[in-house]
């Protein structure tokens, strides 16, 4: 088992940051990539960002390029979602997962969950 808290959402108005923050523990040796998601009310979850534990390789949604960074320090098992220039629609409940594959974006591809994190962007 794998256990995924994620820390840092709150309200934040638009062209603001915030950096959300998932910490690991358990068996982590059974996740090779971290992905975060985010789910917005009546809609589905969609990918933001992944990063694999070794190399660092990240992946991002077109929707958060350049805007969204995502990296981790190995040492504390932990992964961090840096978000600038936030906009309103970026609004949703984020989530942190783990899979053993490598930079899926399919959430169904994903083993273990953390609990989200809200995120509310004011515009």
């Known amino acids: 088992q794998v256990q995924l808290v994620e820390s840092g959402g709150g309200l934040v108005q638009a062209g603001g940051s915030l950096r959300l923050s998932c910490a690991a523990s358990?068996?982590?040796?059974?996740?090779?990539?971290m992905g975060w998601f985010r789910q917005a009310p009546g809609k589905e979850r969609e990918f933001v960002a992944a990063?694999?534990?070794?190399?660092?390789?990240?992946y991002y949604a077109d929707s958060v390029k350049g805007r969204f960074t995502i990296s981790r320090d190995y040492a504390k098992y932990t992964v961090y979602l840096q978000m600038n220039s936030l906009k309103p629609e970026d609004t949703a409940v984020y989530y942190c997962?783990?899979?053993?594959?490598?930079?899926?974006?399919?959430?169904?591809?994903?083993?273990?969950w953390g609990q989200g994190t809200q995120v509310t962007v004011s515009s």
């Open positions: 997962a783990s899979t053993l594959q490598n930079m899926p974006t399919s959430p169904s591809r994903y083993n273990y």
């Open positions: 358990g068996r982590t040796f059974s996740s090779y990539t």
């Open positions: 990063i694999t534990w070794s190399a660092g390789s990240t």
